[in-house]
């Protein structure tokens, strides 16, 4: 018998407030930047954890691939968009859909297969959209998303709409031909889109040494005329950067951009991926060193915006807007067995 379908409850911001509201001297951000910068990245973090254990437990069945260590590079470029701009990514896109202000409780009950979820429980961690969010989806196809984040800026220009389509795609993907096709078709008809290459170091298991015959991912760009720059993709305010640049290159009609984040993922490719690939001193030297929630936190003390207790209780109401998630996800009904026949187009 299918349990009684939950409430959704409130999934607002933390209301803790940061002591002062002086700039840092860190490309002039606010205090409340900051703040909002580590909140995010902190959510899709605490979220990813939570999702990790629940798979654990056998409540997320096929695959799952999270987004630990990357945060940055969503958060960063969310901040960079504004309202109607879209973006498309691929399976690794829990962190996506919480960037682009998608409810954590539904994202929660697609990955356990839940009617709530944004796919109504039939899309799972890889499949998942709304077009109200401006989110075009997870795709499991390695590089499939790539056309259809160019298609969505063809459709910008034609309307003539000023908006930015974001297409991220990982440096195992930035191999495969329809990216180059993409890219040709994006410069012959400057299309505003921003090609986002989250490089986080070893796509599906082979590190990019190994893969890839150009030590700069961007660079391929010039051959189709596209400029493009790497960017240090574990500081969110370096992003934040590179995204303003290229979304005002997009809008002034010059055509696309491309981004290289250098990232880095902390757990395997996907759960099942015990990762064997690498060290576990490499991963923990990128953790002690370059972690993305910890250089925004140490800015927020630095700086005497936040103190400790203050960072303890933003950690401790995320937690529990994450734990809703879950108590959420698990308590909303599994789809009808009528579903099967729903949204299936001939």
Known sequence: MAAKKATRKSTAKPTTKPKTKPKTARSNTSSEELLDYFRRMLLIRRFEEKAGQLYGMGLIGGF???????EAVVVGLQSSSKPGDQRVTSYRDHG????????????????TGREDGYSKGKGGSMHMFSKEANFYGGHGIVAAQ???????????KYRGNDHVSFAYFGDGAANQGQVYESFNMASLWQLPVV???????????TAMRRSTSTPDIY???NAFGIPGEGV???????????????VAHCRAGKGPYILEMKTYRYRGHSMSDPAKYRSREE????????????HVRDLLLQGKHMTEEGLKEIDKEIKSVVNDSATFAQSSPEPAPSELWTDVYA
């Open 64 to 70: 799952c691939h999270l987004y630990i260590g990357q």
């Open 96 to 111: 996506h859909m919480l960037a682009a202000g998608m409810d954590p409780n539904r994202v929660m009950a697609e990955l």
């Open 146 to 156: 790539v056309p259809i984040g160019a298609g969505l800026a063809f459709a910008n």
């Open 195 to 205: 090609f986002v290459i989250e490089n986080n170091q070893y796509a599906m298991g």
């Open 219 to 221: 660079h391929r760009g």
């Open 232 to 246: 240090d993709g574990m500081d969110v305010l370096a992003v934040k950067a590179a995204g303003d640049k290229a």
């Open 283 to 294: 991963v923990q030297k990128v953790r002690a060193e370059k972690d993305p929630i910890d």
